[in-house]
């Protein structure tokens, strides 16, 4: 069965300094993988997407993630962090957009 | 208007009472999903329509949820004899046709209390 994993649940980093949240998963065949984020009071917005091809995406906001098969991972990414990137973070596997299976979530908050 | 619309965006409710729950797609797009996002959890789906085809109602937790969608444009979530477990967000999606990789547009959510 589908399945996907935040391991952080709540994440603290300093304005400017890198950040990398964790997402592993379990599919059974190819995944498309996504990130998505929900800014306090905004519905749903996507960072980026994997399909296949080059295994590191870039995003909107200078995020990137990478495609890890190896390691079940998609780990998303960012070199220099904005007190605006505060949010909760969704990382998402599927077949298609329908029955997109989404993680639990990671909480972002960002010090001055 | 530009973005999915979702009214109310609160509702308190009382346990036994039965709600619904409106979402206004993006005009033109075919597609519309109903998520759950409960305290701690990640977002469940609910249901999937795709233009006339049959809903996807493989995520509906019992059969208290039911929703459906009039003209292939707004949807409405009814949840029957609501339950406190029921609280949660609700959180409806459009997108252009349910293809492959496309983006999903999200509302901003009904917040559904249960007392």
């Known amino acids: 069965a589908q399945s996907v994993t935040q391991p952080d649940i709540h994440i603290t980093v300093s304005e400017g300094a890198s950040l990398e949240l964790r997402c592993n998963y379990s599919?059974?065949?190819?995944?498309?993988l996504f990130w998505y984020v929900q800014s306090p009071g905004q519905g749903l917005q996507l960072l980026l997407k994997?399909?296949?091809?080059?295994?590191l995406v870039q995003g909107i906001k200078g995020f990137e993630a990478e495609f890890k098969r190896s390691q079940s991972s998609f780990n998303l990414r960012k070199p220099s962090v904005h007190w605006s990137d505060a949010a909760e973070y969704f990382c998402?596997?599927?077949?298609?957009?329908?029955?997109?299976?989404f993680g639990t979530g990671t909480r972002l908050q960002v010090f001055p | 208007g530009a973005g999915v619309s979702q009214s109310p965006s609160n509702k308190v409710t009382e346990k036994g009472k039965d709600v619904e729950l409106r979402c206004d797609p993006i005009?033109?797009?075919?597609?519309l999903y109903w998520y759950r996002q409960s305290l701690g959890q990640g977002l469940e789906f609910l249901i999937y329509?795709?233009?006339?085809?049959?809903?996807?109602k493989s995520g509906l937790p019992s059969d208290r949820f039911s929703a459906e969608r009039t003209g292939g444009s707004v949807s409405t979530l009814t949840i029957q004899r609501t339950q406190q477990e029921d609280s949660a967000v609700y959180l409806c999606?459009?997108?252009?046709?349910?293809?492959?990789?496309?983006?999903?547009?999200f509302g901003s959510g009904t917040q559904l209390s249960v007392l």
């Open positions: 999606a459009s997108s252009l046709a349910g293809s492959l990789g496309e983006k999903l547009f």
């Open positions: 599919y059974g065949a190819t995944p498309y």
């Open positions: 994997y399909f296949s091809g080059d295994t």
């Open positions: 998402a596997v599927g077949p298609n957009t329908d029955k997109l299976i």
């Open positions: 005009s033109g797009h075919t597609a």
């Open positions: 329509f795709q233009g006339n085809s049959a809903p996807d």
